[in-house]
């Protein structure tokens, strides 16, 4: 389901609303959270802004910090006084990767909304292409490592089969004619009329599936990815990280099922802008 690059990216005009040929490039907010990141952090801000710059769009990334305390935020800082488009909330106190996310979008005004990992598991190099997908009308656009194409080789086979499972729960959860192969992944942009004023978990890791579930997307497109390992610092995803998937997973099965008022846990909404 990849898009089909037929003309240089910059080159092209947008399709805007009903009855309106074409419309300025959309603004990308762009969240990179991190916890304890810093021997990663500085090199995907090279890559993210390097894949971005050619587009020649309003961008802006904004790294959401959990107070790592291991100098994530002072290369950060040290990066945002020299391109005021990278941004640095730092978050104290708090921890939890969807809330990260979730503050992020709250703090800028773009049109569309993206998440992508500091550890450069996910390729920056492939944002343009997801870019390109929201900008040319799809209402969400997932790097995949279950579409034709993606991959994880790296993985080991328990980590796959987990992960498979994981997914396969996904599946009488997700609508019908909008189901995503990878809902999963921690590499997606959105459009923010599509999630605004919705109320999104703000524990777990998982925040995608929310969106897949809740949000007013009509349609998607998913971008393969090959899916690496870490190479620097650690990784987080850890037992409470699953304890945090089954409550989510939990919390949408009740919804579906109308089973009485949703399980009580912390969920934040994105407000409108303009
Ligand atoms: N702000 C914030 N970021 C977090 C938190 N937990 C994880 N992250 C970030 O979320 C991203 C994903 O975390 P990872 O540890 O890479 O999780 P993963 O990719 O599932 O696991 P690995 O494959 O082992 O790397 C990274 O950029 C982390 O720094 C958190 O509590 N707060
Ligand atoms: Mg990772």
Not at 99 to 119: C, P, R, S
Not at 139 to 160: C, F, H, Q, T
Not at 188 to 196: A, G, H, K, N, Q
């Amino acid at each position: 389901m990849t898009l089909q690059i037929r003309e240089p990216f910059e080159s092209r005009s947008f399709p805007g609303p009903a009855g309106v040929p074409e419309c300025a490039p959309l603004k990308l907010g762009l969240v990179i959270p991190t916890l304890r990141e810093a021997g990663n952090i500085a090199r995907v801000l090279g890559m993210v802004r390097a894949a971005l710059d050619p587009l020649r769009i309003d961008y802006e990334i904004v790294v959401v910090d959990d107070d790592s305390g291991d100098g994530t935020g002072d290369v950060v800082s040290r990066i945002a006084r020299q391109d005021g488009r990278v941004r640095l909330i730092v978050r104290k106190g708090e921890r939890g990767l969807s809330g990260a996310v979730l503050d992020g979008w709250h703090a800028t005004d773009a049109q569309v909304l993206g998440v992508m990992d500091a550890d450069l598991q996910h390729p920056p190099e492939l944002l343009p292409e997801l870019y390109a997908a929201v900008a040319e009308g799809r209402d969400l656009a997932i790097g995949s490592r279950y579409a034709p194409g993606g991959a994880m080789d790296e993985w080991n086979s328990v980590r796959k089969l987990l992960s498979a499972a994981a997914v396969w729960a996904t599946w009488p959860l997700q609508r019908r004619r909008l189901r995503a192969k990878d809902p999963m992944s921690g590499f997606f942009l959105v459009r923010r009329d599509c999630v605004e004023n919705l109320p999104f978990q703000r524990q777990g890791f998982k925040l995608l599936l929310d969106v897949l579930v809740r949000s007013r997307i009509r349609s998607l497109q998913e971008v393969p990815i090959a899916f690496g390992l870490r190479t620097a610092d650690q990784s987080k995803a850890n037992f409470r990280v699953g304890c945090d998937y089954a409550r989510l997973l939990f919390r949408l099965y009740a919804r579906k099922l109308g089973f009485g008022r949703e399980a009580a846990v912390p969920s934040s909404t994105i407000k409108s802008h303009g």
